[in-house]
C-alpha cells in the first residue's frame, strides 16, 4: 500500500474515532471538529513516529503531549473546559488490542503472556498520562512566564 494511501486512511478514521466518541460523551457542538481535529493530529504524530521505529512508550509519550497542547489551545480559544477535548482525542491512542489479549490470556491460563500484556499495557498508560502531564506543565510555565515578563516590561 502506498504511503499516501497510509496517511489518508490514519487520519480519516482517528478523526472519525475522536468525533464518534465526542458524539458518545456529548460533547458540545461547537468543540467536535477541533475534537477530531485534535485526536487526528495527536494519532498522526504517534503514527510517525512509531513507524520511524522509536517505540511504542514514546510514540504515546509524544501523541499524548501534542494532544494535551492542542486541548488547552483549543480550550482557550472555544472557552470549553479542557476534557473537551483531550478525552475524544486520547481515544485512537489507547491500547485496546493489548488490554484484550491481556485478558484473554489470564482467561486461558497462560499467566506469563498476560502478564507480559499487562505490562505493554501498563506502559502506554503511563506514557499517555505523562505526555498529558507534561503538555499542562510546559503550557502553564509558557503563560506564567509570558505573564511575567509582561509585568515586568510594564513595570519599566
Not at 502506498?2 to 466518541?21: H, R
Not at 503563560?143 to 515578563?149: A, I, L, Q, V
Request: net charge positive.
Amino acid at each position: 500500500m502506498p504511503l499516501w494511501l497510509e496517511i489518508i486512511i490514519n487520519v480519516a478514521f482517528s478523526y472519525i474515532a475522536s468525533v464518534g466518541f465526542a458524539l458518545t460523551i456529548n460533547v458540545p457542538r461547537r468543540a467536535l471538529h477541533l475534537a477530531g481535529v485534535s485526536g487526528t493530529i495527536g494519532w498522526m504524530v504517534y503514527w510517525f513516529i512509531s513507524r520511524a521505529g522509536m517505540g511504542r512508550m514514546l510514540s504515546n509519550l509524544s501523541g499524548a503531549f501534542v494532544i494535551g497542547i492542542l486541548g488547552l489551545f483549543f480550550a482557550r480559544m472555544k472557552k470549553c473546559p479542557v476534557t473537551v477535548f483531550n478525552i475524544p482525542a486520547l481515544v485512537p491512542l489507547v491500547p485496546g488490542v493489548p488490554a484484550y489479549q491481556a485478558v484473554r490470556a489470564l482467561v486461558n491460563g497462560d499467566i506469563f503472556e498476560a502478564e507480559a500484556s499487562i505490562l505493554r499495557v501498563a506502559i502506554v498508560t503511563c506514557a499517555i498520562a505523562l505526555g498529558i502531564l507534561l503538555s499542562t506543565m510546559v503550557t502553564e510555565m509558557f503563560y506564567r512566564s509570558k505573564r511575567f515578563y509582561r509585568q515586568r516590561r510594564n513595570r519599566l
